[in-house]
């Protein structure tokens, strides 16, 4: 299954099965489930302004994870850093995830203050990075530009092809 988000009239943000499983996989459906995130890779697509989540970073031992709270340790900047040498410079990065323990859920001050130190801070291909939540029930996706326009992003549909 793919998840696609519109982001513009003329961009969509897709997540591939592989990247999917991997955020659900950490889903805090159980009372003592930690909180739990990393960052986004995948790519810009050359013949479109489509942006693919290919696959993500998980927990590390060095992160702080507690049921209502995460701290996204730098060895996640290093797994991005190596995955783009893998890749030859193709593998970017595009924002971070993390869970929260309630089904639908919604950003609270810690995370919108972590995303814009994300934007302003971070180095990124593109005008704008992503920063999905996962709840118990569904995932959530907002975005945030260089430019400092915050919105959520709306479903588009499943299982279309790139």
Same mark, same amino acid.
């Given at each position: ?57 998980? +927990? ?42 309630? +089904? !639908? +859920? ?20 593109? !005008?704008?990075?992503?920063? +999905? ?30």
């Amino acid at each position: 299954m793919k998840l696609v988000y519109r982001v513009t009239p003329k961009q969509r943000l897709i997540i591939v099965e592989h990247a999917l499983k991997q955020m659900q996989a950490f889903a805090q459906h159980r009372s003592g489930d930690r909180e739990a995130g990393g960052v986004l890779l995948g790519r810009h697509l050359l013949d479109s302004r489509d942006v693919v989540v290919d696959e993500v970073s998980t +927990p590390q031992s060095s992160d702080r994870r507690s049921r209502y709270g995460f701290f996204r340790s730098s060895k996640h900047e290093l797994l991005a850093r190596q995955r783009w040498l893998e890749e030859n410079s193709t593998s970017a990065y595009l924002g971070l995830w993390h869970t929260h323990p309630e +089904p !639908d +859920p919604t950003p609270s001050g810690v995370d919108q203050r972590d995303w814009q130190k994300a934007v302003t801070g971070d180095t990124y291909e593109g !005008d704008r990075l992503f920063f +999905p939540i996962v709840g118990t029930d569904c995932i959530r996706i907002w975005t945030l530009s260089r430019r400092g326009t915050y919105r959520e992003l709306k479903l588009e549909n499943k299982n279309v092809e790139i």
